[in-house]
């Protein structure tokens, strides 16, 4: 398990703050194979910008994830720019705000390290395909979250 961690923002997260989370969603989910990771840290402005370009809404979110295996391949126009990178095992990025995570820690008297925690794990199911489009799987992911939250308190 490899992650690739940028933070674009002033709070004091580092990448390996994700790696116990991982292990335990890696064990629960029954994960064998090795995968690579990103993980940014964006502000609100960013955050917003990409909700807006890639969701549709103009806010600032909590999280976006983007899965590696529902994008596009690149044209041979577009990878002339590109740097080749070993991205075989690389399964996604997801994107944090973590002032809008603090909002909601506050909002819900947690901890805000805790609630990064839960809203990282909410991303990266969504990397393994859980979504919330209707109430049984939203049901589903919940339980998923909290089965692995509760692993990692």
């Not at 292990?23 to 990771?37: A, N």
């Amino acid at each position: 398990m490899e992650i690739f961690f940028v933070n674009f923002t002033n709070y004091q997260v580092r990448g390996f703050f994700f790696e116990k989370t991982l292990k335990v969603i890696k064990k629960t989910e029954k994960i064998k194979k090795e995968f690579s990771l990103e993980i940014v840290l964006l502000g609100d402005k960013g955050m917003r910008n990409i909700n807006k370009r890639y969701a549709g809404k103009n806010k600032v979110t909590d999280v976006l994830s983007f899965s590696f295996a529902e994008m596009k391949k690149p044209s041979k126009k577009e990878l002339q720019f590109v740097e080749p990178q070993k991205t075989d095992n690389l399964v996604g990025e997801i994107l944090l705000c973590p002032s809008r995570i603090k909002k909601e820690a506050k909002k819900k008297k947690k901890d805000f390290k805790e609630e990064l925690t839960f809203v990282f794990i909410h991303g990266f199911l969504h990397l393994l395909g859980y979504n919330h489009k209707n109430t049984k799987d939203t049901q589903e992911m919940r339980k998923k979250e909290k089965e692995i939250a509760r692993q990692i308190a």
